[in-house]
């Protein structure tokens, strides 16, 4: 179906790489606790955006510059771990009562969501892998392929994001009214996205 190999499981892989703990995810969650299904939804347009931009930088060809240019790569490889790191460190130091380190404006979400997304470099070295197992060199029609493909992948990255705002809007309802847990819960988010910029910054 339009060039694509296994439309099937291409939808399954899309989906297991959704469901794959990650900033992204974390970011979904912090954003839903802080500002509702609102905030929520934001962040996953905003990382629904984030990922576009890097899979058809991948399609034009980044992901072979950054592999020409190792430099430039740890060079944008640790720019989004120094990120994710402040981010995390912010969290776990905020007082109660603090300026959330996530704004409540949607736009804040929408902007940092989409940041979490892009300073992720290993995102286009992995668009690029992956798009090559599905396509079929035979029926492939060029762009029409490939947009087809992110087509998919931003339609199931909407429904997943919005099933996980929807399930942790009602759950974070029922935990709202306890201020420890909810302090428990930013500061293990904090540790969390330290985490994952100290694996990014490690990766090789």
Not at 55 to 84: E, S
Request: charged residues 10%; aromatic residues 12%; proline residues 5%.
């Amino acid at each position: 179906m339009f060039g694509i190999a296994d439309y099937g499981a291409f939808v399954a892989a899309i989906i297991l790489f959704l469901a794959i703990p990650g900033p992204g995810n974390l970011a979904l969650i912090t954003s839903t606790s802080k500002g509702g299904i609102a905030g929520g939804l934001a962040a996953a347009l905003g990382i629904i955006a984030g990922d576009q931009v890097l899979l058809w930088m991948a399609v034009a060809g980044v992901a072979a510059l950054l592999a020409a240019y190792p430099a430039a790569f740890h060079a944008v490889q640790w720019l989004g771990a120094a990120y994710l790191a402040w981010m995390g460190f912010k969290m776990l130091t905020a007082k109660p009562g603090s300026k959330p380190v996530l704004n409540i404006l949607p736009r804040h979400y929408f902007r940092q969501a989409m940041m979490i997304t892009l300073l992720n470099p290993k995102a286009i070295v992995f668009y690029m892998a992956f798009f090559p197992l599905f396509v079929d060199p035979v029926h492939h029609q060029g762009m029409v392929t490939f947009g087809v493909m992110a087509a998919t992948i931003a339609a199931l990255g909407f429904l997943y994001s919005l099933i996980a705002v929807l399930l942790t809007y009602f759950l974070a309802e029922r935990i709202r009214a306890n201020p420890a847990i909810t302090r428990v819960l930013e500061k293990l988010a904090g540790i969390f996205l330290i985490g994952f910029g100290v694996k990014l910054a490690l990766t090789k």
